[in-house]
Structure formats: C-alpha cells, structure tokens
C-alpha cells in the first residue's frame, strides 16, 4: 500500500474493491483493535466496535476525499464509533459516560485478555479520571505511540491544543498516582 491514491483507486473499484478491503482490513486491524481497546476497556466490545468501524468505512469509502491520510480517517472513524458505543451502552444502563467508563475499569482484570499488572491498572484508573479529550490525546500518544500530527489530522485539532492537552493530562496522572 505504499501508493495511496492507487490503493484507494482498487478500493473504489468495483473489480477490485473485495481484494483491496480484504487487504486494508489486514493491514488495520491490530493498530484499530489496540486504539478502540484504550477506550472501550473489554476485549469482546472492542471486537463489536472494531467490526462497526470496518462496516462504517466500507460503507463510506466513496466519500473519503483523501484531504487526509486514510490511515487518519479510519482511525477517527474507530474513535467516534468507540465514543458512540460507551455513550450508548451508558444511557442503557442509566449511567453516564464517565460512570460506565468506571464500571469497565473495574471488570478489566476480570478480562481473561487483560495483561496488565497493578501498576498498569492504576495507571488505566489515572487516565480514566481524565476528561474525554484529554483521554484520547494521551493514549493515542502514549500507548498507541501516534505523532502529534497524526492525532491532530484524526481528531481534528491543532498540534499545539494536542501537546497541551497531553501535558495537562499527564500532570493529572502523575497527581493522580501519588495521591493513590
């Protein structure tokens, strides 16, 4: 896929779009799985959300006007699809975001999938305490290792509101750490 517009091109032809998908879809799955992970917390609505995310962005390709790198569209498509699914999982069980957020922290070690020890648990419970942009710009920058200016083009907002927010963020956790 090192030509984007020609990978683009086979995925909005109707001869080569199954191929293409196939191909696009083996190529993203792990870094979407591990970036919808970081906010859904559980490993089987990551998997429900990353099959959404898939669907969103077959069902879409035709309107992607390449003003950004595919990679960066999809990944903001899997990040609203993400936010949506604890907004709506939220109102069904009568909680707020935030709340259900909690909830799914506490049944993470309880996840067969969840490798962390206590250290990682705490720092999972720190970034939760965050508000929502300040979450998302800290994990994708800190564990799923994006660049500012991929983070800028996949939420879109300025690389300077970006470091800020992230070194907000970080100040909250290290707060956060030594208090608990």
């Not at 001869?15 to 906010?39: C, E, G, K, M, W």
């Amino acid at each position: 896929m090192n030509d984007e517009k020609a990978f683009i091109a086979q995925l909005l032809n109707d001869s080569t779009r199954d191929v293409a998908f196939r191909q696009l879809v083996a190529q993203y799955s792990r870094p979407l799985y591990n970036h919808i992970r970081t906010i859904v917390l559980s490993h089987d609505d990551t998997d429900d959300v990353l099959q959404n995310t898939f669907i969103k962005v077959f069902q879409n390709l035709k309107n992607f006007k390449g003003e950004s790198k595919l990679f960066s569209w999809m990944y903001r498509i899997a990040t609203n699809e993400a936010l949506t699914f604890i907004s709506q999982r939220a109102r069904k069980g009568g909680l707020t975001s935030g709340e259900f957020q909690e909830k799914s922290l506490k049944n993470l070690t309880a996840d067969e999938y969840f490798e962390g020890d206590a250290i990682q648990l705490k720092l999972q419970q720190a970034v939760a305490a965050l508000p929502e942009k300040q979450q998302l710009v800290f994990k994708m920058h800190y564990f799923q290792e994006l660049k500012y200016e991929e983070i800028s083009e996949i939420l879109n907002t300025s690389v300077g509101a970006l470091k800020a927010s992230y070194h907000h963020a970080v100040k909250k956790i290290e707060d956060y750490v030594n208090r608990h």
